[in-house]
């Protein structure tokens, strides 16, 4: 079944504490991304990626990092966790950056509280 | 980033009745999508509209792409409980940009 997949889906932790969120899928897609969805403000991206080795930026990268050593995962890391980053985490493939409303397919989210 | 004002941020309505929700951006957008979130899940695509003035529907889902490019609204018809959720609507300046994302719109529907 075609799918991507984010683990944990709920995690509680501590400030400052270090954490990554793994995002994977088997649908073979170059583009890959994280967004964050809180209250109000609908999807926010974080970090994006083009393809293997190729990251940038999205609106809310403050925080955060990504690497994208593999076609298939693109983990997103929180090096000092703040309360603040609070939310609802998703991750999203699709199958190329060529634009034109291509389907991004949605993850499941991971609920993260940061104490 | 861009902004996308999405509206009404919820709705409470009779199991029957039509909803109509819509979003408006200061600037132009090459594409508007709308998606749903059933709880628990992530945005699943509904409707997908690439040319200014296009109308689209999906079962009893319609969608258009306003004329100006700056806006877009979603009707469904005659709603059901399971249509219970948020609907986000999401813009693409140009081919190959990121999506900005709506608010949503939460609802609710009562059997």
């Known amino acids: 079944e075609a799918q991507v997949t984010q683990n944990p889906r709920y995690l509680i932790t501590v400030t400052g504490k270090k954490l990554t969120v793994t995002c994977s899928q088997n649908?073979?897609?170059?583009?890959m991304s994280w967004y964050r969805q809180d209250p109000g403000l609908g999807l926010r991206q974080i970090y994006y990626?083009?393809?293997?080795?190729?990251?940038d930026k999205g609106d809310v990268p403050e925080g955060y990092k990504v690497s994208r050593k593999e076609k298939r995962n693109f983990p997103l890391i929180l090096e000092s966790p703040s309360p603040n980053q609070t939310s609802l985490y998703f991750c999203?493939?699709?199958?190329?950056?060529?634009?034109?409303?291509?389907?991004?397919?949605f993850g499941p989210g991971t609920r993260l509280l940061v104490l | 980033g861009q902004q996308l004002n999405q509206s009404p941020q919820s709705m409470f309505i009779q199991e029957g009745e039509d909803v109509s929700m819509n979003c408006t951006s200061s600037?132009?957008?090459?594409?508007w999508l709308w998606y749903k979130q059933d709880p628990g899940e992530g945005p699943v695509l509904l409707i997908a509209?690439?040319?200014?003035?296009e109308l689209t529907s999906n079962g009893r889902l319609t969608a258009q792409f306003g004329i100006t490019r700056k806006d877009s609204f979603l009707n469904i018809s005659a709603s059901i409980p399971s249509d219970v959720g948020i609907y986000f609507c999401?813009?693409?300046?140009?081919?190959?940009?990121?999506?900005?994302f709506g608010g949503g719109t939460r609802l609710m529907v009562k059997p």
């Open positions: 990626s083009m393809n293997v080795e190729v990251t």
């Open positions: 649908m073979n897609h170059e583009y």
């Open positions: 999203a493939s699709s199958l190329s950056f060529s634009g034109d409303g291509e389907t991004q397919y």
């Open positions: 999401a813009g693409q300046p140009y081919a190959g940009n990121m999506l900005t």
């Open positions: 600037s132009i957008f090459n594409t």
């Open positions: 509209l690439y040319k200014a003035g």
